[in-house]
């Protein structure tokens, strides 16, 4: 009787859900046609190929940065944070307790971001107008730079190229920290201080470890999860086949540049997305989950599935009538199918059936789960690469950050699913540490011990 009942059970599945599923598998997006192990392998391969100057997707950037310094205290340093919507300053300083100390913050919209073109001594003086007022009250500047930067031995980066559709191309090739110096001298400032460059998941890492002092970690992980999507973790110097002279004995901060990973499970809605960006042969990883491009990725599938007939012809007129879908809308309708204030919503209300509701639902909730399971091989692939222990005694300090990683419906559940199962098979276990402001407290680390 109970053999009945449970097969009943299995047989009940959503009708919509299952049409759902079965158009998400024949365009190569249903979540379950990536192979976790297959993507943690090739992603730790072209990490190998990266830090051995191979051709490689993943860039792999030292960062000349370890984790082992110990903080000055009550010493202020002045901190720039240029993020993906907004380029935030403020001085920062720690107390004996180890506490953080934020005075002065301030922000403005990052340039490039507006929908035009702006100059290379337009984009570093918006800067230093940020910064002007607070220099010489601070040492050093940490400048949390949040794009593919090759970083110098004297901590100063150059700009490899614009990811999240920046629109400032006079930038590319330019010494960020030189530049910025120059914007400052240009508004009069006389004695300027040494600008210390480090990309935003560094600065995630670095405040995740001056966040738990007392603890013994087996290793280090910065995770981000915003606008875009990046990796870094702690790596042996001996490891970094591409570059002379390191000491093989100590280790440093690598800075991955994972949302680049050109990841083998792409299905018909990435291409289509990748064709309508300015890069599209790059980055692939970041438009498959980032928050920059998941709206776009659900209108180019609900594009296909409309075509594919899994709606009726009244709500995929409505829903074309939308445009792109915001990332945000796309988001919020798993979490409340109900709030008319959403264009979604509203347009299933106006002109969806509940099995187009319901469809739509499915189909999001899937590209979401997808999007974990790309997270989790992503995560795993910088445990087992890095110097990470064995063992529950000494796990990896993961920290994340991003307003998309904490937003997205049941996605931290979703990645963790995935994840532990994963990594607890190889001895290895980790503890999630969630920090805020890490742009700002990481570069000032940075500042602070180098």
């Known amino acids: 009787m109970q053999g009945i009942e449970h097969e009943g059970i299995l047989g009940s599945m959503n009708p919509d859900k299952k049409a759902a599923d079965q158009f998400l598998s024949r365009i190569e997006m249903h979540p379950e046609g990536i192979d976790l192990k297959s993507t943690v392998d090739h992603m730790m391969d072209e990490m190998k190929r990266g830090l051995n100057g191979e051709p490689s997707s993943i860039a792999m950037i030292p960062t000349y940065m370890e984790v082992a310094s110990d903080i000055p205290v009550n010493e202020k340093v002045v901190v720039l944070d240029a993020g993906g919507t907004n380029i935030r300053a403020a001085l920062v300083s720690f107390t004996t307790e180890g506490k953080h100390v934020i005075e002065d913050f301030s922000k403005q919209a990052m340039p490039g971001t507006q929908g035009f ?17 607070m220099i010489g009250r601070g040492g050093k500047i940490g400048f949390c730079f949040s794009y593919p930067t090759e970083i110098f031995p004297d901590k100063d980066g150059r700009l490899l190229h614009w990811t999240k559709e ?41 405040t995740g470890k001056v966040s738990q002092t007392g603890r013994d970690w087996g290793g280090y992980t910065g995770f981000i999860l915003g606008t875009g999507t990046n990796i870094c973790y702690v790596e042996s110097n001996a490891a970094i086949g591409k570059i002379d002279g390191l000491n093989p004995a100590h280790s440093q901060v690598i800075n991955c540049e994972s949302g680049s990973f050109t990841s083998r499970y792409r299905g018909e809605a990435d291409k289509s997305l990748c064709g309508l960006t300015e890069r599209p042969k790059s980055h692939w990883l970041e438009k498959m ?37 915001s990332t945000k809308d796309a988001d919020n309708y798993t979490h409340n199918p109900s709030d008319t204030s959403n264009t979604l919503v509203a347009a299933m209300k106006a002109a969806g059936s509940g099995s187009d509701a319901g469809r739509l639902w499915f189909l999001i909730d899937a590209l979401l789960e997808r999007a974990a399971k790309l997270t989790a091989a992503n995560l795993a692939a910088s445990v087992l690469k890095g110097q990470s222990g064995c063992g529950p005694l000494a796990p990896t300090c993961l920290t994340i950050d991003g307003t998309t990683y904490y937003r997205y419906y049941r996605f931290q559940h979703r990645v963790e699913s995935f994840l532990r199962p994963f990594l607890t098979s190889y001895d290895k276990y980790y503890e999630t540490v969630q920090v805020d402001d890490a742009p700002l407290i990481g570069a000032a680390v940075a500042a602070l011990t180098n």
């Open 117 to 133: 073109e702006v100059k290379r001594e337009e984009f570093f003086d918006a800067m230093a107008a940020l910064l002007e007022p």
């Open 166 to 206: 920046i629109l400032a191309p006079d930038v590319v090739g330019r010494s960020i920290g030189n530049d910025l110096k120059d914007a400052l001298a240009g508004r009069g400032v006389s004695k300027i201080p040494e600008v210390v460059i480090l990309n935003d998941t560094v600065a995630t890492l670095l």
């Open 289 to 325: 989950l980032s928050g920059r491009y998941f709206g776009p990725l659900v209108t180019q599938t609900v594009l296909l599935a409309g075509q594919a007939g899994l709606f009726s012809d009244r709500a995929f007129t409505a829903m074309k009538d939308i445009g792109e879908i």
